[in-house]
Each structure stands twice: as structure tokens, then as C-alpha cells.
């Protein structure tokens, strides 16, 4: 079986560090050969740059702009009327993805928009998702870039945002029928939205252009007390044979060093 492949989240991990450009550099100390971020838009890009290439790590993922998050914004993919601001921030995205080699981004859905029921806006804001994902596709595919949408819990984390389950996401996927555009598959998401994580993952591995793990609820290391049987659902997906990244997303519950004994634990085959 191939080994599975982790990258640290520095926007997770590594913390103790104010700047980016520190994580990436703790990051590759501690053995990850990649990372992912996911809003690196207030740091320097020439520093970032230079600290990639010189920890010599892979960038693997980042997110598009959140938006004005103080007026309320996670994302713009889905919400009607802010089409060319999402415009924006994908170009910016493009910008950072471009000088960091980075060859997949989170088109950030967005939260229903306040004073607004679901269910009202529903159809409307899937088809504005539709449409911004079709025109994303086709920028980025001439990048070599792959597109991702995450599904996010509506019940602990985010109860506005749009989308919340990965079944509205594989319908949306097949709505927009690019083959680039691609599933994210957040582990801790998922449980809390869906369970059943095992079918899930055999129904849409050939959709998940990506991986992210948590432990359920705390959202802390995968081996911490909690819901999910990490062993059992790595040894899953290396069955699968999935060959993407698995990004470690989760609160240390202590420093990030000291909690990362779980990868020797749990993936002894990986990197």
C-alpha cells in the first residue's frame, strides 16, 4: 500500500511561532515534508517564498480570501451579489498559489447571508456557488491548479455556512461537472455532520482531492480522547489507496511538538 502523505496546517499548528514563514520552517524541523495555511494574505509573499524553498517543503493548499470577516464573511463562493469579489480574492489566491507552488485552493463557500433563512436562499445560493466554481475551473486549470470545496458542520462550528454536508457537496460537484474541482474531505466535519464515515469514504473517494483530521469533538490531536478510531480510519484510506495529502488540522493540546507522537503511533508508514 502507498503511504499516506501529512502536511501541517500552520494555521493550527506551530502556533507558538507569530509568523508564517517560522512555521514553515518548525514545520519542516519536525519532519512534515508539506504544509498547508489557510489565509497567509497579511504576510510578506517574498518571505514565505524564500522560507518554502529553503525548508524545502511543499505548500500544499490554501483558501481563497475570507472576506470582510469582521462584517460577518467566511467566503464569498456561494453568497449572491458578492460575484466579483469572490473574483478578487481568487485572483489573489492565484497570485499566492503561483509564487509558492501551491497547486490547490478551498473555494470558500461563504455563510448565508444574515436576516436569511436556508431554506429561502437555498436554490439561489447554489446555483451563484454553480456558476463561481464553473468559472473558477476554468482559470485554474490552465494553472495546473485543483479547486476544493469543504464541506462545514452547521450543528458546532459554523451554523450559517452553506455548505455543510458532503452529500450537497458531490451534488453540487456533478452540477458543476469540472474535473478539477474537487471534494475536501474534513474527518471532523464530516462525523459531526454525517457519521457513517466509512461508506462516505468509499462513496466519494474518486471525488476527495483532499483530506483533513481531527479528533471529534475537541478538535484536538487524532489520538486524543474522543469519537473517531484514527488507526482504523488511516489503515481505511490507505485500502483506498488514496493518494492525496491528509492535512493535520487540530488544536494541540499542548505544544505542537509534543503532541505530534500520534504520527508514529498511528501512520508508521507515513511521512
Same mark, same amino acid.
Request: one cysteine or more; hydrophobic letters at 40%.
Given at each position: 500500500?502507498?503511504?499516506?502523505?501529512?502536511? @501541517?496546517?500552520?494555521?493550527?499548528?506551530?502556533?507558538?511561532?507569530?509568523?508564517?514563514?517560522?512555521?514553515? %520552517?518548525?514545520? @519542516? @524541523?519536525?519532519?512534515?515534508?508539506?504544509?498547508?495555511? @489557510?489565509?497567509?494574505?497579511? %504576510?510578506?509573499?517574498?518571505? $514565505?517564498?524564500?522560507?518554502?524553498?529553503?525548508?524545502?517543503?511543499?505548500?500544499?493548499?490554501?483558501?481563497?480570501?475570507?472576506?470582510?470577516?469582521?462584517?460577518?464573511?467566511?467566503?464569498?463562493?456561494?453568497?449572491?451579489?458578492?460575484?466579483?469579489?469572490?473574483?478578487?480574492?481568487?485572483?489573489?489566491?492565484?497570485?499566492?498559489?503561483?509564487? $509558492?507552488?501551491?497547486?490547490?485552493? &478551498?473555494?470558500?463557500?461563504?455563510?448565508?447571508?444574515?436576516?436569511?433563512?436556508?431554506?429561502?436562499?437555498?436554490?439561489?445560493?447554489?446555483?451563484?456557488?454553480?456558476?463561481?466554481?464553473?468559472?473558477?475551473?476554468d482559470i485554474? %486549470?490552465?494553472?495546473?491548479?485543483?479547486?476544493?470545496?469543504?464541506p462545514i458542520?452547521?450543528?458546532?462550528?459554523?451554523?450559517?455556512?452553506?455548505?455543510? %454536508?458532503?452529500?450537497?457537496?458531490?451534488?453540487?460537484?456533478?452540477k458543476v461537472?469540472?474535473?478539477?474541482?474537487?471534494?475536501?474531505?474534513?474527518?471532523?466535519?464530516?462525523?459531526?455532520?454525517?457519521?457513517?464515515?466509512?461508506?462516505?469514504? &468509499?462513496?466519494?473517494?474518486?471525488?476527495?482531492?483532499?483530506?483533513?483530521?481531527?479528533?471529534?469533538?475537541?478538535?484536538?490531536?487524532?489520538?486524543?480522547?474522543?469519537?473517531?478510531?484514527?488507526?482504523?480510519?488511516?489503515?481505511?484510506?490507505?485500502?483506498?489507496?488514496?493518494?492525496?495529502?491528509?492535512?493535520?488540522?487540530?488544536?494541540? $493540546?499542548?505544544?505542537?511538538?509534543?503532541?505530534?507522537?500520534?504520527?508514529?503511533?498511528?501512520?508508521?508508514?507515513?511521512?
Open positions: 500500500m502507498a503511504p499516506l502523505k501529512l502536511c @501541517a496546517n500552520i494555521s493550527w499548528l506551530f502556533t507558538e511561532l507569530p509568523d508564517f514563514h517560522q512555521r514553515i %520552517s518548525a514545520a @519542516a @524541523a519536525a519532519g512534515f515534508q508539506a504544509v498547508e495555511a @489557510a489565509w497567509l494574505y497579511e %504576510s510578506d509573499l517574498e518571505q $514565505l517564498r524564500r522560507a518554502r524553498e529553503a525548508a524545502g517543503v511543499e505548500l500544499v493548499l490554501i483558501n481563497t480570501p475570507p472576506g470582510d470577516i469582521k462584517g460577518g464573511d467566511l467566503g464569498l463562493g456561494a453568497v449572491p451579489g458578492r460575484e466579483a469579489e469572490f473574483r478578487q480574492g481568487l485572483d489573489l489566491a492565484l497570485k499566492y498559489a503561483r509564487a $509558492l507552488e501551491c497547486k490547490r485552493i &478551498h473555494l470558500m463557500a461563504g455563510r448565508v447571508p444574515m436576516g436569511s433563512q436556508r431554506k429561502a436562499v437555498a436554490k439561489e445560493m447554489e446555483a451563484v456557488f454553480v456558476q463561481n466554481l464553473k468559472y473558477a475551473a485554474l %486549470s490552465k494553472e495546473g491548479i485543483t479547486g476544493l470545496i469543504e458542520n452547521t450543528r458546532i462550528t459554523d451554523p450559517r455556512y452553506f455548505l455543510d %454536508s458532503p452529500h450537497q457537496a458531490a451534488e453540487i460537484l456533478e461537472g469540472k474535473p478539477n474541482i474537487k471534494l475536501q474531505m474534513d474527518v471532523f466535519h464530516w462525523q459531526i455532520m454525517d457519521g457513517n464515515l466509512t461508506q462516505n469514504m &468509499h462513496k466519494y473517494l474518486p471525488l476527495i482531492g483532499h483530506v483533513q483530521v481531527a479528533q471529534v469533538p475537541g478538535r484536538n490531536e487524532p489520538d486524543s480522547a474522543g469519537e473517531l478510531d484514527y488507526r482504523y480510519l488511516f489503515n481505511t484510506l490507505e485500502r483506498l489507496q488514496y493518494q492525496g495529502y491528509i492535512g493535520c488540522e487540530y488544536k494541540p $493540546l499542548g505544544s505542537t511538538q509534543e503532541g505530534l507522537g500520534w504520527i508514529r503511533d498511528y501512520c508508521t508508514h507515513s511521512e
